[in-house]
């Protein structure tokens, strides 16, 4: 168990690095520097937005000052203006962009309200990826009694953000039971308020459930305008009492939040005090805790493109693929505005086109035609990142903000004499391998400047450089300019043979759409029909026999509908056919549907896990119900599929968030690891839902003087009526990992228990007590577990804390399903429940190798008194078990073995016997009284009979 233990502390600390290009973000001396939030493009120009976003910042830095005890404050912010405003500036961002940002001001672009949120990847005390203001949150005061001030919310948000934490309100699970008692779910238990079912102007109490004896759905929890508690700032962040966050002394650890299930019970001030950030920022007495605000102005792309021709570019064909896939990027993926230079290296650099505008398609085939034809000489990478910064000055004499694209397959012991140039220089450079023997350091460059990192094998099938160039989308947050990758595949096809596919274009995308064919021999014939039956052959292509492509444009706007292409290799010889097709927005109203991909770390070192994420989205909508899967390229050449899932089970932090991700543990070999995201929506199946975590609690009105306030109603939420999206497809580059210290192959030993369930719920269903959770696998969330061990206790902190020394329950005949499937059990124990008994269950699993997985969440079962019977009522007929009434003492439920989900139906409670026990005096009485009557009656009929 020693291992385990250490295995699970490193787990918890992982962050996201490499592919993942966040915030330069830093706190030092108690300050955070460089915290950078942007505007979107697509907003209207308003200054007011920029004044509201100053204000919320100055004031969220005192109140994040007291918050954390002495410990943080905001030092320094950076405001991205839009390049879409006429508000222009000579201050210009160096690396901060839009995609990077830690604040994003952007509509929703559905009408379901402005719930500040933050999108959260990963587990406990991991760093988030952006918080989510909308401009009518900024811009409207009337959102403020609502959600408090902004500066709370703010604060709020960003513990979400920088320290990992979660709610501790529980939309879903509004009240639960303690200790016979109804309690909002919140933190602290001090907080206190009224519930209340609210219509109109008028509040009633609280009808109760008869299934769960809590509240109905309609009710809810009003609180106190002025509270006695100063916690916690993740519930009620907009009461002005509440001022701290909650700690180990006010913790409510039974409350059925997120907090308390993605952290295993911590409290968010515990988590928050043992982060990263307080490591070496003791309290400290700050004199000035007035942020310095910067404003810097979005320019268009400068970009440089740096190719290696040297010697080791004649192997594998690189050269020509490098032309195709170089092609691509300049045809179809810089943005139009944007000024591009090439650079081409060796053992010396040379500059082939200083900076060009692309403004036309003219100037895209005219940069074409400086990529290298041709190889030879040694490797100095150097040499052409310092001739990129000749290039990159030639528009404002500065590199700052500026992108190189270094692509090399030779290795450079002289690497690291320009990382210091590279570091200063301001310029974000993203770094391309070419097959596995690339210079290791090469991902230095990218990680100092915080670049994209890629790798293209020599394995053609997997269409690897294509799709890392397709990968170099701009990230100034303008998605209509961005083209967008629906389909990449290759396959090696015989000779007389064909490549068949369909690729669906969907009502998101269509605008400026190319489908575009590679090959490395003869030219193979092609055919492309559109939803509507037209065919697109050879001659509606624009082929290139030195590039050995095929381009087809499609004009105006695509059709909706599944394209179907057809590739036949007319050459003698096998050959690999590939195709890649991109499109653009269709509407510049309407987000298209996109994939970010993701892995946790850039480097990491065996056995570490890796993590593999992707996030679907309709603009800020999740995109939920899509089949979802990543190709993995490992070191040693092999190519694996593994699925990813949004089933909150795993690595997988929340259901239906559109959020989808697996562990990836089948390592071979040292060296790079590359990741591609495939993704399909299927139509009638795939949805849009709303964001199900990371908000501040919209609060619908406060008690005042004893008196419900009520607050303007919420906006329906997308999740009360999910929308169908029809079919789609998309594909992602997910970037790079270089992976060291992996055992031999057959030689790997068995090092991952399986994953902890994180979704364990118990339920009493007709007397019996059912568990039901998420199968974790034998390697984490992979393959099949041995077995579990079940426990039960009626003390919660028993169960959390030793474990191994509550009630064991019978388990005999559960088998651990294959990981994902969804485990059903019934409780095969004589157990004793009373009226609001309350019980907890945990599981821990165990692998083949005997590992132990960490102990499940803790699910309560609470037996809840059955409703009284009302008046006169008659129990229908073959009634089993009489309901009892609300003031029953007691009514205990004894459930015996059964391994089935059906009702067990040798039961027997108190409640029955005392039934039974007053039927017969009723009974009794029944005859006492008839005998009386006939004796009476006897009686009666002599004093009145004939004498």
């Known amino acids: 168990?020693?291992?385990?233990?250490?295995?699970?502390?490193?787990?918890?600390?992982?962050?996201?690095?490499?592919?993942?290009?966040?915030?330069?973000?830093?706190?030092?001396?108690?300050?955070?520097?460089?915290?950078?939030?942007?505007?979107?493009?697509?907003?209207?120009?308003?200054?007011?937005?920029?004044?509201?976003?100053?204000?919320?910042?100055?004031?969220?830095?005192?109140?994040?000052?007291?918050?954390?005890?002495?410990?943080?404050?905001?030092?320094?912010?950076?405001?991205?203006?839009?390049?879409?405003?006429?508000?222009?500036?000579?201050?210009?961002?160096?690396?901060?962009?839009?995609?990077?940002?830690?604040?994003?001001?952007?509509?929703?672009?559905?009408?379901?309200?402005?719930?500040?949120?933050?999108?959260?990847?990963?587990?406990?005390?991991?760093?988030?990826?952006?918080?989510?203001?909308?401009?009518?949150?900024?811009?409207?005061?009337?959102?403020?009694?609502?959600?408090?001030?902004?500066?709370?919310?703010?604060?709020?948000?960003?513990?979400?953000?920088?320290?990992?934490?979660?709610?501790?309100?529980?939309?879903?699970?509004?009240?639960?039971?303690?200790?016979?008692?109804i309690l909002a779910t919140g933190c602290s238990k001090e907080i206190k308020g009224k519930q209340a079912e609210c219509r109109g102007g008028s509040c009633d109490s609280c009808g109760i459930d008869s299934n769960t004896g809590l509240p109905n759905r309609d009710c809810m929890f009003f609180p106190d305008k002025a509270q006695t508690t100063a916690a916690s700032i993740m519930y009620l962040q907009g009461l002005k009492d509440v001022v701290e966050f909650c700690d180990n002394k006010t913790h409510n650890a039974k409350a059925p939040n997120m907090q308390n299930k993605m952290c295993n019970y911590r409290s968010t001030w515990d988590v928050i005090s043992k982060s990263d950030d307080f490591k070496n920022n003791p309290p400290a007495n700050i004199p000035s805790l007035v942020p310095t605000i910067t404003l810097l102005y979005v320019k268009d792309r400068v970009l440089c493109l740096v190719l290696d021709d040297s010697g080791s570019m004649n192997s594998g064909n690189r050269i020509p693929r490098l032309r195709q896939a170089a092609s691509i990027f300049l045809l179809q993926i810089i943005e139009e505005g944007s000024q591009v230079g090439i650079v081409t290296f060796n053992g010396v650099a040379t500059i082939e086109t200083h900076l060009k505008t692309v403004d036309s398609e003219a100037v895209r085939k005219e940069l074409i035609g400086f990529l290298p034809q041709s190889a030879s000489g040694g490797t100095n990478i150097c040499a052409g990142v310092r001739s990129a910064f000749q290039v990159l000055r030639g528009d404002d004499n500065a590199t700052n903000g500026d992108e190189i694209v270094v692509l090399t397959d030779g290795e450079d012991y002289s690497i690291n004499t320009c990382f210091n140039e590279v570091e200063q220089s301001g310029a974000i450079v993203h770094t391309i391998a070419l097959g596995l023997s690339a210079a290791k350091e090469l991902g230095e460059l990218s990680i100092m400047t915080d670049g994209l990192r890629f790798l293209a094998t020599d394995n053609v099938d997997e269409n690897g450089l294509v799709d890392a160039f397709t990968g170099l989308v701009s990230g100034n947050g303008d998605i209509n300019q961005q083209s967008i990758q629906l389909e990449s595949s290759g396959k090696l096809i015989s000779s007389n043979s064909w490549l068949n596919g369909t690729v669906f274009i969907d009502k998101t995308v269509g605008n400026d759409t190319f489908f575009v064919m590679t090959w490395v021999g003869g030219t193979p014939s092609i055919l492309v029909r559109d939803p509507r039956g037209k065919i697109y052959n050879d001659t509606s292509f624009e082929i290139d026999n030195v590039l050995h492509t095929g381009r087809l444009a499609i004009p105006g706007t695509a059709e909706t509908g599944s394209w179907r292409y057809s590739m036949k290799n007319v050459d003698a010889a096998n050959q690999v056919l590939s195709i890649t097709v991109m499109s653009r927005a269709a509407d510049a109203g309407v987000p298209p549907v996109t994939v970010n991909a993701h892995i946790n770390q850039g480097t990491s070192t065996w056995p570490s896990p890796l993590v593999i994420f992707a996030e679907v989205s309709h603009g800020f909508l999740p995109v939920i119900d899509a089949k979802v899967s990543a190709t993995v390229e490992r070191a040693d050449g092999k190519s694996i599929i593994v699925d990813l899932l949004d089933n909150g089970a795993g690595v997988d932090a929340v259901e239906n968030d559109g959020i989808y991700s697996t562990y990836f543990v089948k390592f071979g070999g040292n060296g790079r690891y590359s990741f591609k995201i495939n993704v399909k929506g299927k139509d009638g199946v795939t949805r849009l839902s709303a964001r199900r975590h990371g908000r501040a609690l919209y609060i619908p009105g406060y008690v005042q003087n004893g008196q419900i306030q009520q607050n303007p109603s919420r906006p329906p939420s997308i999740g009360d009526n999910t929308q169908k999206l029809g079919s789609f497809q998309r594909v992602k580059s997910g970037g790079t990992c270089l992976v060291s210290k992996v055992p031999p192959t057959g030689s790997i030993p068995d090092v991952f228990p399986p994953s902890k369930i994180m979704d364990?719920?118990?339920?009493?269903?007709?007397?019996?007590?059912?568990?039901?959770?998420?199968?974790?696998?034998?390697?984490?969330?992979?393959?099949?577990?041995?077995?579990?061990?079940?426990?039960?206790?009626?003390?919660?902190?028993?169960?959390?804390?030793?474990?191994?020394?509550?009630?064991?329950?019978?388990?005999?005949?559960?088998?651990?399903?294959?990981?994902?499937?969804?485990?059903?059990?019934?409780?095969?124990?004589?157990?004793q429940l009373k009226n609001w008994t309350e019980i907890y269950f945990g599981v821990i699993t165990f692998d083949k190798a005997n590992q132990a997985s960490a102990l499940s969440n803790i699910a309560p079962a609470t037996l809840v008194p059955a409703p009284p019977v009302p008046p006169n009522s008659i129990s229908p007929p073959n009634q089993s078990q009489p309901p009892t009434t609300a003031h029953s003492p007691r009514r205990t439920t004894s459930v015996h073995p059964g391994s089935s989900s059906q009702p067990n139906n040798s039961l027997v409670t108190d409640v029955t016997a005392i039934v039974l026990v007053v039927c017969c005096l009723v009974v009794v009485v029944t005859l006492i009284i008839a005998i009386t009557v006939c004796i009476v009656a006897t009686r009666g009929r002599k004093r009145v009979s004939p004498s």
Request: charged content about 20%.
């Open 760 to 831: 364990l719920k118990a339920t009493i269903v007709h007397d019996n007590i059912q568990l039901n959770w998420t199968a974790p696998g034998d390697d984490l969330d992979q393959g099949n577990a041995s077995h579990y061990e079940i426990r039960m206790s009626k003390n919660f902190t028993q169960l959390k804390n030793h474990f191994q020394s509550t009630h064991k329950i019978n388990t005999t005949g559960l088998n651990p399903q294959t990981a994902s499937s969804k485990e059903s059990f019934l409780i095969s124990e004589n157990i």
């Open 1 to 181: 168990m020693k291992f385990i233990t250490v295995f699970l502390l490193s787990l918890e600390y992982l962050t996201f690095a490499g592919v993942v290009r966040c915030s330069d973000l830093k706190l030092v001396n108690n300050g955070y520097d460089n915290v950078v939030i942007a505007i979107n493009p697509g907003l209207p120009e308003d200054e007011n937005l920029i004044t509201k976003i100053k204000d919320m910042v100055t004031s969220a830095s005192f109140f994040l000052y007291n918050a954390t005890k002495q410990r943080a404050y905001f030092r320094d912010v950076k405001i991205l203006i839009p390049i879409t405003w006429t508000l222009k500036g000579n201050e210009r961002p160096t690396r901060q962009s839009y995609e990077k940002a830690d604040v994003i001001i952007a509509d929703s672009h559905v009408k379901f309200g402005d719930d500040p949120y933050t999108l959260q990847y990963g587990r406990c005390g991991e760093r988030g990826r952006y918080i989510h203001f909308t401009p009518n949150f900024m811009l409207n005061d009337g959102v403020i009694d609502v959600y408090g001030s902004r500066d709370r919310v703010f604060v709020h948000e960003w513990a979400h953000l920088q320290w990992g934490v979660f709610d501790e309100y529980n939309d879903l699970v509004p009240f639960y039971f303690s200790n016979d008692e």
